[in-house]
């Protein structure tokens, strides 16, 4: 018998090379995964992007192109393409808006990875390079930005409208970005403008009319109808008391059941159960409260058809199931604590307001609470749209607009948009690039070219040339243009401040500190393990 010379060893030759190029193909090919999801959304960037229209499995349609909503309903299964849709989740949780840009900028991020690592640069010098990169990228956007106050009510509603420009719901944006601004401003408190909470905006979807009737209501917002038949439905200068427990006849603790055989036995039921609600509303009614706010129950009806005509007797206009999670925003707004019981149904627990009223909506009615006296700093939106997607399009693209509101909040400067702040960065990351030498030279090169993707997809979603727009820019902010941009509308390089298309400076540099964050998660990564279950 012949012995191979390979077999000799113990293990096939060519073992030790295979191991060497098995982290080499994971990255590559958790590079292709991330750059298919980034390809998937690149045409949806801008004013002139395209939209997606979204199937589920129940045959429900979605159509949008917030980079966001796409990304969570897309189906993604390899593990760094979901990293990509979590880098959009925290740019939406971050700042709101930038959702699409972000993954753009990662996609781009990861081509320049690939060049680089083709070059023989180690994956761990380029992760070192890229972190020097973003904070050099993220102090270019503070120079550039201009500093602005919240007392400018103009410079925010321009934010507002640059974020809505590129929504389905654009045409309106003139309409929903002072309703964003306004709601904003409402709810934050001064002095304490970092802890601005967009969970103090309660934004009401109602169907039937058109987004042009979306009204700001500075008070309280009920989905359901008052449910008396004959109470009252407009009440003036009303006392307001939000109850936690039922108005109707008390059940057992455990679960069965009497059967009450004779007619004296079952009169009797019915005359405790009719003591015992009349009790309740009496108690009501020498409270003097004359619009009742009931929580849903789980167990029984939180109000019986006995004690609602009682109540609509002694006039008391009544909502019932009120949701247990809107029970928060609702003490918040009325500056109240819910009652529990019955004994503490005393008029100091009341809550004075101008108005309850019910109102009607297209083919839905709720009702309204204005002028709440020493009212939280809490505010509704009650949006509007004729049919179930311009509804949903409309508050996801407000909820964006909220956010960008809140971003000038916290982060008081403004920075130009149309791809002027993306081109910049990569000029003078490029010019900072011939300042420095070996490796890091080749990563800030490859980082600032990777910009430009941003003003390229724009020119391209617009029907421009994107070699020749993106060229002309470069050009122009090489001569000291440092807020030229992409007018998409005009379809030339103009001075896009001028154009009022503006950003929050917090959205740009997010969107680049969380692409290049991810982008070094991905390239650290050399292998991908299954664990058993």
């Known amino acids: 018998m012949v012995v191979k010379p390979a077999m000799r060893a113990g293990k096939p030759q060519g073992q030790a090379y295979k191991d060497k190029s098995k982290p080499a193909d994971i990255r590559q090919s958790n590079i292709n995964a991330a750059k298919a999801v980034c390809d998937a959304i690149r045409t949806s960037l801008g004013p002139r992007g395209m939209d997606k229209m979204i199937q589920a499995g129940n045959g429900e349609v979605t159509i949008t192109n917030d980079g966001a909503t796409i990304l969570k309903q897309m189906n993604v299964i390899h593990p760094a393409a979901k990293m990509l849709v979590e880098l959009s989740r925290a740019q939406d949780v971050e700042a709101g808006d930038g959702t699409t840009s972000v993954v753009v900028v990662a996609g781009a991020l990861l081509e320049a990875v690939e060049k680089l690592l083709q070059m023989g640069i180690h ?69 304490h403008e970092s802890g601005c909470d967009l969970k103090n905006v309660k934004i009401i979807r109602s169907l039937g009319g058109t987004i042009e009737d979306t009204e700001l209501v500075d008070g309280l917002v009920f989905t359901q109808r008052s449910c008396g038949v004959n109470g009252p439905k407009r009440v003036e200068k009303a006392k307001i008391g939000l109850i936690q427990f039922c108005i109707s006849a008390p059940k057992t603790d455990m679960d069965h059941s009497v059967v009450v055989s004779d007619y004296a036995a079952m009169d009797r039921v019915l005359k405790e159960e009719r003591a015992y609600i009349l009790n309740i509303v009496k108690q009501i009614k020498k409270a003097g409260c004359n619009v009742l706010l009931v929580q849903k129950s789980i167990l029984r009806d939180a109000v019986s058809d006995l004690a609602l005509h009682f109540l609509d007797k002694i006039k008391v206009m009544v909502v019932k199931d009120v949701e247990r999670e809107d029970i928060e925003f609702v003490c918040k707004t ?194 991908i393990i299954n664990t058993m279950q």
């Open 123 to 191: 994956p761990t010098a380029i992760s070192d390079a890229f972190q020097k990169c973003s904070a050099k990228a993220v102090e270019i956007l503070t120079e550039m930005s201009r500093p602005i106050e919240l007392t400018d009510r103009e410079s925010l509603i321009k934010s507002a409208s640059t974020s809505l420009n590129s929504k389905v719901v654009s045409q309106h944006s003139s309409q929903l970005a002072p309703i964003a601004v306004d709601a904003v401003l409402k709810v934050t408190e001064p002095g």
């Open 334 to 527: 009325l500056n109240c604590r819910p009652i529990a019981s019955l004994d503490h149904f005393l008029p100091e627990h009341l809550v004075n307001a101008d108005l309850v009223e019910e109102v009607s909506s297209g083919s839905s009615k709720f009702v309204k609470v204005t002028g709440i006296q020493n009212m939280g700093r809490t505010v509704s939106i009650v949006v509007r749209g004729s049919n179930k997607l311009v509804l949903e399009e409309a508050d996801r693209s407000l909820h964006d607009a909220l956010c960008v509101v809140r971003c000038l909040v916290k982060k008081r400067a403004q920075i130009a948009g149309g791809g002027a702040p993306e081109i910049e960065m990569a000029l003078q990351l490029a010019a900072h690039a011939q300042t420095l030498e070996g490796v890091d030279a080749y990563c800030f090169r490859g980082f600032a070219n990777a910009l430009e993707v941003i003003p390229s997809t724009l020119a391209e979603n617009a029907g421009l040339n994107p070699i020749a727009t993106v060229t002309e820019l470069r050009n122009r902010h090489a001569q000291g243009e440092k807020n030229a941009g992409i007018n998409v509308r005009k379809g030339a390089i103009t001075d896009i401040l001028a154009e009022n298309v503006v950003q929050p400076l917090l959205v740009s540099t997010s969107s680049i500190t969380l692409a290049s964050e991810t982008v070094r998660s991905i390239l650290k990564i050399d292998d």
